[in-house]
């Protein structure tokens, strides 16, 4: 199927790559596109590799991970539909990619190689000033990121979490923000076990802030949620700050 077949069955609600743009030059730059069909768990790009291809998750999700050097691997920002990555391709210079990006859902991205995200860049030039804004949107969420692992707790970094979530991908459904997400996943997102992680869950499903079915979370008032992230889970977290990139760790 090619990538204009996609757009008119399946299209993302917000594109920001294409904010601003008129519909007959978006779908110029749909018919440059290749669309391929992605696995979940598979790689997509390789953090320190050539960056010479832009990418848009069409369906699906994936996420950002960084190789460090002590071979741990850490998990960065999240890739819901309508957001592109890759970005490093419209650079006219050589360039590599600065994260790897892999799948966590089977998914369908929209791939152009650099030479011709350049080029239409050239053509379009509000195509590479939502691309800007995009990467300021990236550098903002590691700020706020950097913040939250200094001087947030668990409960309160796992709260921030859950709201980005309602917004970014949630569907409202009658009891509340509905959508789907794994413990590991938001723990791996919240710098926390998946323990803790759990019991901070478990809690706010038993005073309502949520509810909890498998692999979906409803968040069914964001008031209580941060009503409840107020409080320390017990007297060994309280409200110390963590380092950056280290995993909290409570028994």
């Not at 949520?210 to 979370?217: H, N, P, T, V």
Request: glycine share 8%.
């Amino acid at each position: 199927m090619s990538a204009l077949e996609f757009r008119a069955v399946e299209a993302p609600p917000h594109i920001g790559l294409f904010k601003g743009l008129q519909r007959q030059e978006i779908d110029l730059i749909l018919a440059a596109a290749r669309a391929r069909r992605i696995r979940a768990k598979s790689v997509m790009t390789y953090q320190g590799e050539p960056a010479d291809h832009l990418l848009l998750m069409w369906k699906g999700r994936a996420r950002y991970f960084f190789d460090a050097p002590n071979a741990k691997k850490l998990i960065m920002i999240w890739i819901p539909p309508g957001h592109f990555f890759g970005g490093a391709a419209l650079v006219p210079r050589r360039s590599t990619y600065l994260l790897s990006t892999e799948t966590v859902r089977d998914s369908v991205v929209l791939v152009w190689d650099g030479e011709t995200i350049r080029g239409l860049a050239r053509r379009f030039p509000q195509l590479f000033e939502n691309a800007i804004v995009g990467a300021v949107d990236h550098l903002s969420w590691y700020i706020a990121a950097h913040a939250a692992l200094c001087s947030q707790t668990a409960r309160q970094r796992l709260a921030s979490i859950l709201l980005g979530y309602t917004s970014s991908m949630g569907q409202r459904v009658q009891a509340g923000i509905e959508f789907d997400i794994t413990n590991e996943e938001l723990a791996d997102a919240a710098n926390i076990t998946p323990y803790t992680t759990s019991r901070i869950l478990s809690e706010w499903r038993r005073n309502g802030a949520i509810r909890k079915q498998r692999g979906k979370i409803i968040v069914r008032s964001t008031e209580a949620l941060f009503l409840r992230a107020g409080r320390s889970i017990d007297s060994d977290e309280g409200n110390r700050p963590v380092p950056l990139f280290g995993h909290e760790r409570s028994a």
